[in-house]
């Protein structure tokens, strides 16, 4: 209810009413994991601050925005449009169960040349991971001697807590965003020590099993009133606890899971099957993948968590209700198969079976090679960005989930009630509406008639 009213408030809103405060001084971006993504996103950053290479794949660096009419030519970069934190304000923290510092980490994820590892060698040695909050039994296939010890984990939480306080003051952030970049963990759902601030932190004291790692970082984060996006699929700030801590303390949330390889292929071709009344029989997926992250989803717990988020996408795209003739009976399979020689680089192949005019077969078969954090490393980037635009808007920074930047996720959190959408290009015209919104421009609907009077 309280969801629907704050959402009835923001339509209500005339546009250009909303404010946004300048990003002024330094934004610390805290990651829980320090792996193959964060390792990536952070020597990224730092090249491209260097002058070294360009932040491609990056809406919020390289994007543009159109405003007005087709006639009016006016689009500029987003980054020029609303007032984003600039590169050289970011500075970063991050939580490890092993001690590797950010060079070392990155050397051994194995995604980046050492060429360029060693141009921003400075900076990411410089990064050594605190202490994690980790549970062995959330994600079975790895162990780590770097994890904090705490006589419950409302104890942990505190020290989370400490730690963030500690990094704005050393690092004279003005600003904190919190990032999870950590493995994927054990398929949970939703239960009663989730369902208020209140049965929250009763588990918390009293070590229920049902609080993972991450959700002790994210209630550390909403409690300190910073962000919390979610990288992985893991439940995490997608319970109401979250969502009300979110909205109570004015702490942005979204998440989950990076829409990258394969998903980011299946939401870009499948809304065109939809668009051209193309019937679909079946959809097979299989990766194989040899980083850690593949290891990790060797485990049954962990792979089910993201089979879950990898599997949802086809439903809601295609809308099998609305149009039984197409999509009424169609098989969708997803595999991941942890292969070491091919390490980051994945390999995501697609059978898809599709039928035409008068039901007559067809097959389209995509072999995607593609690297994984090569891909994942710029989300990161505009979510660390929007993020921090959010929590500066006085319209978005008080409503929770920020459903505008569902466009980057394979699970995309919306207000309890509401279908995620899934479709890439729906997904881009809301996240640039919302902008435009934000700052008193006219929304682009794409009817067109006016330029036919
Ligand atoms: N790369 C992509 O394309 C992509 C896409 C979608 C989602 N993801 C998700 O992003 C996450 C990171 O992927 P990656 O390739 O960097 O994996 P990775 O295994 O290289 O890194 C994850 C790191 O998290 C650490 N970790 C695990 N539990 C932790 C905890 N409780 N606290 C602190 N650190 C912890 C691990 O030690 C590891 O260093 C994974 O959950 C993955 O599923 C990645």
């Not at 893991?234 to 606890?241: A, E, M, W």
């Not at 595999?335 to 680089?345: A, F, K």
């Amino acid at each position: 209810m309280a969801t629907q009213r704050k959402h009835a408030k923001i339509a209500d809103t005339k546009p250009g009413s909303s404010e946004i405060q300048p990003a002024k001084g330094k934004l610390g971006v805290m990651i829980p994991g320090m792996g193959a993504v964060a390792t990536t996103f952070v020597a990224g950053v730092e090249a491209v601050r260097r002058g070294i290479a360009k932040p491609i794949g990056s809406l919020t660096q390289m994007g543009t925005i159109r405003l007005g009419k087709r006639t009016d030519a006016r689009s500029p970069k987003i980054k020029e449009f609303v007032p984003l934190a600039g590169l050289d304000d970011l500075v970063f923290t991050g939580w490890d169960i092993f001690e590797d510092d950010m060079y070392t980490a990155a050397t051994k994820a194995g995604v980046l040349e050492r060429d360029l590892l060693d141009k921003v060698k400075p900076l990411l040695r410089s990064i050594k991971p605190q202490k994690a909050v980790f549970d062995h039994n959330y994600v079975k296939k790895i162990d780590g001697p770097n994890v904090k010890k705490g006589k419950n984990k409302m104890d942990l939480a505190e020290q989370v807590r400490a730690d963030m306080r500690a990094f704005k003051k050393s690092s004279g952030a003005t600003r904190l965003i919190t990032i999870w970049c950590g493995s994927t963990e054990s398929y949970i759902e939703p239960s009663a020590a989730h369902q208020s601030v209140k049965a929250f932190e009763k588990a918390l004291l009293k070590n229920d099993a049902n609080i993972a790692p991450s959700m002790i970082y994210a209630y550390a984060s909403l409690m300190e009133g910073v962000p919390f996006a979610n990288g992985a699929p893991n439940l995490t700030v997608d319970i109401p606890v979250m969502h009300e801590l979110a909205r109570q303390n004015e702490a942005p949330i979204c998440g989950k899971d990076f829409k990258t390889g394969q998903t980011l292929i299946k939401t870009i071709l499948a809304p065109g099957f939809k668009a051209r009344m193309i019937g679909l029989n079946g959809w097979f997926s299989t990766n194989i993948l040899g980083n850690r992250d593949g290891e990790v989803l060797e485990d049954p717990g962990s792979f089910k968590t993201k089979e879950e988020s990898k599997l949802s996408v086809l439903e809601h795209i295609l809308q099998p209700e609305l149009y039984p003739d197409l999509y009424g009976n169609f098989t969708h399979k997803v595999r991941i198969n942890y292969y070491p020689p091919r390490g980051d680089n994945k390999e995501g192949w697609d059978n898809i079976d599709i039928f035409g005019w008068l039901g007559y077969p067809m097959q389209i078969k995509v072999d995607f090679l593609c690297r994984d954090s090569i891909l994942a490393a710029p989300i990161v980037l505009d979510l660390v960005l929007f993020m921090d635009l959010a929590k500066r808007s006085s319209e978005l920074r008080g409503i929770g989930i920020q459903e505008w930047i569902s466009f980057y996720f394979k699970s995309p959190m919306t207000a309890p009630g509401l279908y995620p959408e899934h479709d890439l290009f729906i997904q881009l015209m809301k996240l640039k509406n919302t902008l435009r919104h934000l700052r008193g421009e006219e929304l682009i609907t794409h009817l067109g008639l006016e330029y036919y009077d």
